[in-house]
């Protein structure tokens, strides 16, 4: 003891002391910080959280989907869709939606974080449906060699090989999924959100959709190793390509070299 | 002049060289070819050129094909990927595959090459097309080029043929798709289109033997004979001439232009590396054929955004076309235990089938209608043939509403409009956009032969506004220079040829039919300013000095 209060007056002391508080605040907020995050990901929502998506529910949603959800001519019933379609379609801007047509477009959302986690808590609680998906599933380190085999069984037949997008019916498209989160991507997996048709877990696995996930993202950040990829369409915008730009320069070209004659 | 001197006294070359020179020279009699060729003469016209832009991609598509078939394995045997590209790593798939997989990540420049080839060979069937464009709007095909002109149509579809046979090589997802289309058009051929498919494909589709047998076809049958279609193509150059646009001087007797040594074998040597230049940019710049998006072929899936190349384009149009069903009529019958899937057969065949047919025979039907057995080697303005520049409009129209059927999804996508609504507005173009076509280009091409009746009668209008004594306004119109009034009126301009009696003194049905369609086709007519007009237009104008010129042109004419 003797010798700490002897040394209390040394200069290096009140670094030592103001290190030694730093150090205490950060560790006790890391753990409190991580002790919300895990809270965070587990989908079971509180009831007060259900409570607030009710009232939202009710002054955005219901004026469609019906008081309670129970659904009306306009829009169909929400009960048993899970939180994973909320998250979806209210996460991505979708809903409420901006207009009638033949599917919802996306939109700047108009719900933050935390209403779009009460709503999502208060259509869970009317019935059971898919949850929004754990984050070990989104990690992106799944194998994207057998993602892209899913992928190309699965979805490339509208959204396209290089997921680029494509056209349905009547108006009605796939979109392009660059930019996408996975979070949203599992969900539409999970939910057939529009004209998307449902892979539950019996069609393509968790494990499967986290390789779906990866290989996207994979694609997505590699980018066109053969330079500007003309928007990943195919043949035709390469088509449009070479006759615009390629005969066009050469047809440049052509003139410039038979110009000097009349 | 070497000639000449060797006759007299013999030539000794001084150096080594040209000791050398010499020896082969007095064996193959090269410099004779030489002085031959270096005095042949070519008009220059931008225009002219698509046909060597064709020429010199075919080079590179040698080229760089080559270097392709060095690394290329066309077997079908199965092998897992182990290359650089880790989305496709342990796939299964086909060694071909692996190799085109292989060639555009692990050989050193590979992936270029294989750009290199793929954009030269988009660019080779292009300006093959806007080359027969150009020679069709012009007239270039009329006697004594006719044959040349079925010539440059074969070398058209053994293009397209050699185009879709590559197209099918990399055994990728969409070149698989491409050749099922195909397969399903052969099975739809009645009675023998199972058969010939078996053949094809050595079995039932796809079985493991198609993709060498289209390389076989890809690298030397094809390519031998669009070389031998080049060489007779060029050689009918050499013996017909060059064509040339109307002008001063020049008749059906001559050709204006340079000879082709020095400087237009200069320029078309230097052409070349341009050609080469700009596909070499494009390669470097811009990815063709992506095959490692496609994934390896499997029956199974079909990718959004599967078309074929730009040139089969409009065959696979008209399949997205044609209906299955209308209300309740089938395109599809069952005779004698035969599948005749009409849904299938029409749309793909049917307008190729025209349009070949057409384009092969259209120079013999335009002979019969207008009984012209003339050589022509003036070119028309297209202008100063309405009716032929219309048919080439409304043919070209017909084609391209087809073309731009192959990519409806992506018009509905990036117009923000309903796959539904392109199909069908596409479907009554491909019935009254032709028709359309041939009223509006004909009435634009007599439109600005009057304009141009009216610039030649009157001159070219200044913007000047002038005001005379007794205050009326005037523009000032100002005569055009002898070359610009040549080209207004010297052209000519057939007026219908009746029916005319044959050797019997009998007005055959056949004939009648001819003057028919004479009179179809020569209907509608702008004469060109008769040197009359031209003077009396001249005569009351302010421009006696130009008086002279004219009339010394209008003898000329």
């Known amino acids: 003891m003797k010798a700490l209060s002897q040394k209390r007056r040394h200069p290096l002391a009140a670094i030592a002391l103001l290190l030694l508080g730093l150090l205490v605040t950060g560790g006790l907020y890391a753990v409190a910080t991580t002790v919300n995050q895990a809270k965070a990901d587990t989908t079971t929502f509180s009831a007060s959280d259900a409570q607030e998506g009710g009232k939202l529910f009710a002054a955005n949603c219901a004026t469609c989907h019906g008081m309670g959800a129970s659904g009306t001519k306009d829009a169909p019933s929400l009960v048993g869709v899970g ?160 006759w615009v730009a390629g005969l066009g320069v050469i047809i440049a070209f052509t003139i410039w070299l038979t110009s000097r004659t009349s | 002049m070497s000639a000449s001197s060797t006759a007299e006294v013999p030539f000794v070359p001084k150096t080594k060289v040209g000791r050398i020179t010499d020896f082969v020279d007095e064996r193959v009699g090269g410099s004779g070819i030489l002085r031959e060729f270096g005095r042949k003469v070519f008009p220059d016209h931008w225009s002219f050129m698509f046909g ?69 060979a988009l660019l080779f069937v292009a300006s093959l097309g806007v080359h027969m464009l150009r020679v069709f709007f012009t007239g270039a095909f009329r006697k004594p080029r006719e044959m040349n002109w079925v010539v440059g149509g074969v070398l058209l579809i053994l293009a397209m043929a050699e185009g879709f046979t590559g197209y099918s090589l990399p055994d990728d997802l969409l070149s698989g798709n491409g050749l099922r289309i195909i397969d399903g058009v052969i099975k739809s051929i009645p009675v ?23 390389y076989v076809l890809h690298i030397l049958l094809v390519p031998a004979m669009i070389l031998l279609m080049i060489v007779i193509h060029l050689f009918m150059v050499v013996v017909h001439k060059h064509t040339q646009y109307p002008g001063p001087g020049r008749n059906d007797g001559n050709v204006v232009g340079y000879p082709l040594g020095p400087v237009y074998a200069a320029k078309a040597g230097g052409f070349f590396f341009i050609v080469f230049g700009v596909v070499a940019l494009m390669a470097a710049m811009f990815t063709i054929n992506p095959i490692w998006n496609y994934g390896p072929y499997d029956p199974s899936p079909v990718s959004a955004g599967t078309q074929p190349d730009w040139y089969i384009g409009f065959v696979d149009g008209a399949l ?8 309740d009529f089938h395109f599809e019958y069952i005779i004698f235990g035969h599948v005749l899937t009409l849904n299938v057969l029409l749309p793909a065949l049917v307008p190729a089938g025209i349009i070949f047919t057409v384009l092969f025979t259209y120079p013999w039907i335009e002979r019969w209608i207008t009984k012209d057995n003339r050589e022509h080697h003036v070119l028309d303005r297209p202008r100063n043939a309405p009716t032929r520049t219309a048919i080439g409009v409304a043919g070209f129209t017909w084609y391209c509403v087809m073309w731009a059927a192959a990519g409806s999804d992506l018009i509905a996508t990036h117009f923000h409009v309903a796959l539904n609504d392109v199909t069908y507005w596409l479907r009554t173009l491909f019935f009254i956009g032709p028709i359309i076509a041939f009223m509006v280009t004909k009435r634009v091409a007599l439109a600005l032969q009057r304009k141009d009746r009216e610039i030649a009668l009157h ?20 005569p055009l220079d002898d070359y610009k009034q040549y080209k207004l009126v010297g052209f000519e301009s057939p007026s219908p040829l009746a029916a005319q009696p044959n050797e019997h003194g009998v007005v055959t049905p056949k004939e009648k039919r001819r003057a028919a369609l004479s009179k179809w086709f020569f209907e509608d007519r702008v004469a060109p300013a008769t040197p009359a007009e031209l003077e009396a237009a001249h005569g009351h104008g302010h421009h006696e000095a130009i008086e002279s010129s004219e009339e010394h042109k209008s003898l000329s004419h």
């Not at chain 1, 047509?101 to 009460?118: I, L, V």
């Open chain 2, 52 to 120: 060597e832009v064709a020429l010199y991609s075919f080079v590179i598509l040698l080229m760089s094909g080559t270097f392709l078939t060095f690394f290329f394995d066309p077997s079908m045997a199965e092998t897992h990927y182990s290359g650089s590209y880790t989305p496709l790593t342990n796939v299964e798939m086909s060694v071909a595959y692996n190799s085109s997989l292989n060639i555009s990540f692990d050989v050193r420049g590979g992936l270029f090459f294989r750009q290199v080839h793929h954009w030269a």
């Open chain 2, 320 to 327: 997205r076309l044609m209906p299955g069903v209308v209300n």
């Open chain 2, 459 to 478: 001159g070219r209008e200044t913007g000047r506004i002038v005001r005379l004594p007794h205050g009326e306004f005037i523009e000032v119109h100002a």
């Open chain 2, 192 to 214: 023998i289109g199972t058969y010939i498919s078996f053949f094809l494909f050595g079995g039932e589709f796809p079985g493991t033997a198609i993709i060498g047998r289209l």
């Open chain 1, 83 to 242: 939180a994973a379609a909320v998250d979806f379609q209210v996460g991505t801007g979708r809903m409420p939606m901006q207009m009638n047509g033949p599917q919802a477009q996306e939109k700047p959302r108009q719900f933050n974080d935390q209403q779009t986690q009460q709503l999502a808590a208060y259509v869970a609680s009317l019935g059971a449906g898919p949850a929004i998906p754990d984050a070990s599933l989104l990690d992106e380190k799944g194998d994207a060699a057998k993602g892209g085999e899913l992928f190309r069984v699965n979805c490339a037949m509208c959204h396209n090989a290089a997921a680029a997008g494509g056209a349905l019916t009547r108006g009605k498209f796939a979109p392009a999924l660059a930019g996408v989160s996975g979070q949203h991507i599992y969900e539409a997996m999970a939910t057939g959100p529009q004209n998307m048709p449902v892979f539950n877990d019996a069609n393509i696995s968790p494990e499967g959709k986290r390789d779906i996930i990866t290989f996207l993202k994979t694609i997505e950040a590699n980018g066109s190793p053969g330079g500007n990829d003309l928007g990943s369409l195919g043949p035709v915008s390469e088509g449009l390509f070479v």
